[in-house]
T-cell receptor
Framework: SQQGEEDPQALSIQEGENATMNCSYK?????LQWYRQNSGRGLVHLIL?????REKHSGRLRVTLDTSKKSSSLLITASRAADTASYFC??????????FGKGTKLTVNP | DAGVIQSPRHEVTEMGQEVTLRCKPI?????LFWYRQTMMRGLELLIY????????DSGMPEDRFSAKMPNASFSTLKIQPSEPRDSAVYFC????????????FGPGTRLTVT
């Protein structure tokens, strides 16, 4: 199984602080994706990073990928209350299906 | 585009009844996925269609579950007979092409089997 595992399971921060979430996976991958899920909603794609990339930015999001350690991190800078959600990493290797982790529940307190 | 559309949004049924969940993917997307989300098991892929053809159904729990995609704009997931352990949120997602692309999720169907 190459299921991603997010760390921590839950994170509570104050508005304006940065939030860092980590993800580990088990086998080699083609790409790794991060998704956000607001309570009671479907998942929303945030960013995709390919195995030959080390870092990617999108607005206040920064994703890094270390294939030697089989890990990725998602950094949200200057967090807002609206960033409160669960964040999932999903790894994909070869022709294998996208495998989601259990998620990190982020709470940003105003 | 309206995004991925799922119906119903909520379904409450009694054990033994047939349940049919519906999905309309985003126009132009060639891949469609059905997922199930529970607190215990997280998000699990049930089945993946590409160009209306089932490619990977290894996640379908048992014969009680079946999925069809009669055309590019419609898919169904059927559970017959339903059991309480099928209670979960079922998501449909679509992508332009396969697992390597970002997936667009529908709002989900919350199924409760009593």
């Amino acid at each position: 199984s190459q299921q991603g595992e997010e760390d921590p399971q839950a994170l509570s921060i104050q508005e304006g602080e940065n939030a860092t979430m980590n993800c580990s996976y088990k086998t080699s991958i083609n790409n790794l994706q991060w998704y956000r899920q607001n309570s009671g909603r479907g998942l929303v794609h945030l960013i995709l990073i390919r195995s030959n990339e080390r870092e990617k930015h999108s607005g206040r999001l920064r994703v890094t990928l270390d294939t030697s350690k089989k890990s990725s991190s998602l950094l949200i800078t200057a967090s807002r209350a609206a960033d409160t959600a669960s964040y999932f990493c999903a790894s994909q290797g070869g022709s294998e299906k996208l495998v989601f982790g259990k998620g990190t529940k982020l709470t940003v307190n105003p | 585009d309206a995004g991925v559309i799922q119906s119903p949004r909520h379904e409450v049924t009694e054990m033994g009844q047939e349940v049919t969940l519906r999905c309309k993917p985003i126009s132009g997307h060639n891949s469609l996925f059905w997922y199930r989300q529970t607190m215990m098991r997280g998000l699990e892929l049930l089945i993946y269609f590409n160009n209306n053809v089932p490619i990977d159904d290894s996640g379908m729990p048992e014969d009680r579950f079946s999925a069809k995609m009669p055309n590019a704009s419609f898919s169904t997931l059927k559970i017959q007979p339903s059991e309480p352990r099928d209670s979960a949120v079922y998501f449909c997602a679509s992508a332009v092409a396969g697992f390597g692309d970002e997936q667009y999720f529908g709002p989900g169907t919350r199924l409760t089997v009593t």
